[in-house]
Structures are given as structure tokens and as C-alpha cells.
């Protein structure tokens, strides 16, 4: 069975530009997580999907992010304009089900670096 | 503030001694709790969880977590550590309360191992 992919796994783009990363769920997970680690500090939550529908955005930290989720598969995040401060490994995650003891597995990562 | 502390950032063990890693969280019920661990290029993978009953958990790997309701901490064990086990190690909780259903992440500890 395969795991949580996300592409690509790294991005270099320029302040100003647009970014958009994928993440592919593990097939049949309902709920999808995003979640980033800026700077080498802690790891912290995005947003959260239950299929097509945003469950909880509150981690979304501005307007230039846009999570979308449509047909409750894959996922996008894109960041639009990027800024310096966007650098960072951007995960996303997966369960099945919603409940607070359902296990998320965790994609690789997208290393985005903005010059 | 409510939020999960490791309090070390980077710990070196040689191969073969034991190895224990410290989390300490700060909320007023207790959460679920787990440890994840990432190794270069791969995602988080989960190594055990706690959500209630015996305060000795099992993990993946031969590694073992105790929690400790008196002095709020979760911590891993290894009696012995491989050189594979070099990599960076996360605690996180969820929140047992309320409807939020996101990780809140430590900052990580990392692991050298020599040989």
C-alpha cells in the first residue's frame, strides 16, 4: 500500500512567486493534515480536511496561503506571493478516520527554499 | 501556555549504550501522546502512542515509552541504540478535550550515534 506522497520533495523559487505543493493521501483516508516547520522550530499544524471540506484552518498564518482539496483525494497548498518567511518543510499527513486516536501518517516533506 | 517541551536538542550516545529522550507537555487533562521519529529524506513514522491504561508502551524499533501523570512526561527508551536509530525524534500530543484534532509537536531532539 503506498504511503502519503507529496511532490515535489524540494522547491527554490524567488520572493514574489507562486508555489503550489501536492499531497496525496493514502488511499481511502478521509481526513488530510497540513502541517510546516519553519526555521528548524517546532512543527506546526495548517489546516485540516475531512474529505473535500476544510475541518480546521486555524493554523493557516495569512490570506497568501490556499489549501484546496477538491474531490476529497489529493490535496494542494499554494502559496501566493511567496515571502522569505514561507521557507520551510511543509508536511502533510493522513488518517483514516477523525477521531482524536486515529493514527496520522506523515508524507516526506516539501523542502520549500524562497530566495 | 499550553505546549510540549524537549528539552534537548541534540543528544550524542554511542552504539550499543541506552538512550533516553525527554518530553514533557503542559495541559490541564491529559492528552494523547506520541513519538514520532524522521530519518533523512523520509516522512515522520510513528514509533508508539498513549492514550490511556498501562503507562509502559511498546513501539516499533525496541523502543518504549513511560508516562507519567505526576510529572506530565512522556519519555523514550532504547537500552541499546543501533546506528540506524540516528535521526530526530519528535513528541506530540493531541489534545484530549475539545474538537481540535491536529498534533502539537516538540521541537525535536537529535540523535547522533557513534560508533
Known amino acids: 500500500e503506498a504511503g502519503v506522497t507529496q511532490f515535489p520533495s524540494h522547491s527554490v523559487i524567488e520572493k514574489g512567486q507562486t508555489v503550489t505543493l501536492r499531497c496525496d493521501p493514502i488511499?481511502?483516508?478521509?481526513?488530510l493534515y497540513w502541517y510546516r516547520r519553519v526555521m528548524g522550530k517546532e512543527i506546526k499544524f495548517l489546516l485540516h480536511?475531512?474529505?473535500?471540506?476544510?475541518?480546521?484552518e486555524s493554523g493557516m498564518p495569512n490570506n497568501r496561503f490556499l489549501a484546496e482539496r477538491t474531490g476529497g483525494t489529493y490535496s494542494t497548498l499554494k502559496v501566493q506571493p511567496a515571502e522569505l518567511e514561507d521557507s520551510g518543510v511543509y508536511f502533510c499527513?493522513?488518517?483514516?478516520?477523525?477521531?482524536?486516536?486515529?493514527?496520522?501518517?506523515f508524507g516526506a516533506g516539501t523542502r520549500l527554499s524562497v530566495l | 501556555a499550553q505546549s510540549v517541551t524537549q528539552p534537548d536538542i541534540h543528544i550524542t550516545v554511542s552504539e550499543g549504550a541506552s538512550l533516553e529522550l525527554r518530553c514533557n507537555y503542559s495541559y490541564g487533562a491529559t492528552p494523547y501522546l506520541f513519538w514520532y521519529v524522521q530519518s533523512p529524506g523520509q516522512g515522520l513514522q510513528l514509533l508508539l502512542k498513549y492514550f490511556s491504561g498501562d503507562t509502559l508502551v511498546q513501539g516499533i524499533k525496541g523502543f518504549e515509552a513511560e508516562f507519567k501523570r505526576s510529572q506530565s512526561s512522556f519519555n523514550l527508551r532504547k537500552p541499546s541504540v543501533h546506528w540506524s536509530d540516528a535521526a530526530e525524534y519528535f513528541c506530540?500530543?493531541?489534545?484530549?478535550?475539545?474538537?481540535?484534532?491536529?498534533?502539537?509537536f516538540g521541537s525535536g531532539t537529535q540523535l547522533t550515534v557513534l560508533p
Open positions: 480536511f475531512v474529505k473535500e471540506s476544510k475541518q480546521d
Open positions: 499527513a493522513s488518517s483514516l478516520g477523525g477521531g482524536k486516536a486515529n493514527i496520522q501518517y
Open positions: 488511499s481511502g483516508h478521509d481526513n
Open positions: 506530540a500530543v493531541i489534545i484530549s478535550s475539545g474538537s481540535a484534532r491536529q498534533l502539537t
